[in-house]
């Protein structure tokens, strides 16, 4: 079977955007909203997030399976920790049955108590994921990069190493958000510097709400940079303001990223459509111009 070309097989930058399976009434409206605008933007993949611990299991494989219908490809997210191996290869055959394009291999966030109990065999890293996918299949399989380092990691230098030695088995690197360009610079430079030529694609957010940027920050261990916005906002116009300067920061950076030779931008929507569809909007004319 061909390796469906979803790395490659693109003309201008990759356009891609992550979204998240619903969690209740409100939230099916907004996945909704999104999916009208990505109707209109047709990035040229969509990724489609697992939940801690695989939490999301059934919604993600049902938000694939509506997306993969509406024609979309569809990069799903997979996570060692929460799985068997024999549950991550079921789920590999399946993911590749329901038409998904492609699988972004991740370790997974752990519980916050009690730890994960691993059995004989199973994974504990995500880079022995990406070689159990290419084990498995034929989809391409990307993983995950951080430019500031992993959370957990208290060496940059050695969490590069680790990055590229996964990134050199994969297909493609998406980055976790960053605020300051140097810490992706920085990353790029030292795949390099591994003899890792796998390209490495910007992940960037634009958050909605002072709130969403504090939490999304906590989640990633990374520290907000000075000059933000005040995280306290007393009316809508503030609120709006704040929303613009993060998109001006985002497409800042983009607009950096394949100024220096990215293979494209990585977005990750939180589900928002507005943000998405002004983003891309944005996006495209910076690369006309």
């Known amino acids: 079977m061909a390796k469906p070309d979803v790395v490659t097989g693109h003309a201008g930058p990759i356009r891609s955007v992550e979204v ?26 969509v990724t489609v997030t697992y939940g801690a611990m695989g939490s999301s299991r059934p919604k993600t494989i ?73 084990q498995e299949s034929d989809l391409p399989v990307m993983v995950a990069l ?10 940059l230098a050695q969490d590069r190493a680790y990055a590229a030695a996964k990134l050199a088995r994969a297909d493609l690197g998406l980055t976790q958000f960053f605020f300051d360009y140097a810490s992706f610079a920085g990353l790029r430079a030292a795949m390099v510097a591994h003899n890792v030529a796998t390209p490495v694609v910007p992940g960037l957010m634009v958050p909605a709400s002072p709130k969403q940027l504090q939490r999304m920050a906590e989640i990633a261990g990374i520290k907000l940079p000075l000059g933000v ?19 001006d920061a985002a497409l800042a950076l983009a607009k950096q990223a394949l100024q220096d030779g990215a293979k494209g931008v990585h977005l990750f929507s939180m589900n928002n459509a507005a943000v998405t569809a002004e983003f891309f909007e944005r996006l495209s004319a910076t690369v006309v111009d």
């Open 62 to 134: 049902a938000l694939i399976e509506e997306l993969v219908g509406m024609g979309f490809d569809v990069v799903a997210h997979l996570a060692c920790l929460g799985n068997t191996r024999d549950e991550l290869v079921d789920l590999i055959h399946r993911y590749e049955a329901i038409g998904a394009c492609g699988i972004l291999a991740l370790r997974g966030d752990p519980p916050l108590e009690g730890g994960v109990q691993l059995g004989p065999g199973d994974l504990r890293y995500a880079g022995e994921l990406v070689d159990l996918v290419h």
């Open 146 to 155: 951080h430019p500031n380092g992993h959370p957990e990691s208290v060496d």
């Open 20 to 45: 998240w399976p619903a969690r209740g009434e409100a939230q099916v409206a907004k996945l909704d909203e999104l999916l009208g605008v990505l109707r209109e933007i047709r990035p040229d993949f």
């Open 229 to 247: 916005p005040p995280l306290e906002l007393k009316d809508a116009g503030g609120l709006d303001e704040f929303r613009s300067r993060w998109l």
